[in-house]
Nanobody
Framework: VQLQACGGGLVQAGGSLRLSCAAS????????MGWFRQAPGKEREFVAA????????AYADSVKGRSTISRDNAKNTVFLQMNSLKPEDTARYYC?????????????????WGQGTELTVSS
């Protein structure tokens, strides 16, 4: 599975952005998918995850209530809508797949990773 994330950029605090992750090489309908992020000088952390059906989602406390993860299995794509962006959301965002049907928040559960897309939120 190859994953290509896009949609990052420079956004002012309080703004919104939608990240996309397109998969190729294999249908991702059989995989749970997630978003992680890594800020400069920090470890990569979980952001959000969605089950294979899209019915189950999970979020990190830091983005809960202002982010929505969704997926379109027909287009082999997963999305992360982020609202009310804060400077602390600045990071490189990675999408990944996990070979399970349910949501997972542990990085070690994910087996395929994209290259990431950079998001910078200015204050």
């Amino acid at each position: 599975v190859q994953l290509q994330a896009c949609g990052g950029g420079l956004v002012q605090a309080g703004g919104s952005l939608r990240l996309s992750c397109a998969a190729s090489g294999r249908t991702v309908g059989f995989y749970s998918m997630g978003w992680f992020r890594q800020a400069p000088g920090k470890e990569r952390e979980f952001v959000a995850a969605v089950s294979t059906s899209g019915d189950e989602t999970a979020y990190a406390d830091s983005v809960k209530g202002r982010s929505t993860i969704s997926r379109d299995n027909a287009k082999n794509t997963v999305f992360l809508q982020m609202n009310s962006l804060k400077p602390e959301d600045t990071a490189r965002y990675y999408c990944a797949t996990a070979p399970v049907s349910y949501v997972v928040a542990y990085e070690s559960s994910y087996n395929y990773w994209g290259q990431g897309t950079e998001l910078t939120v200015s204050s």
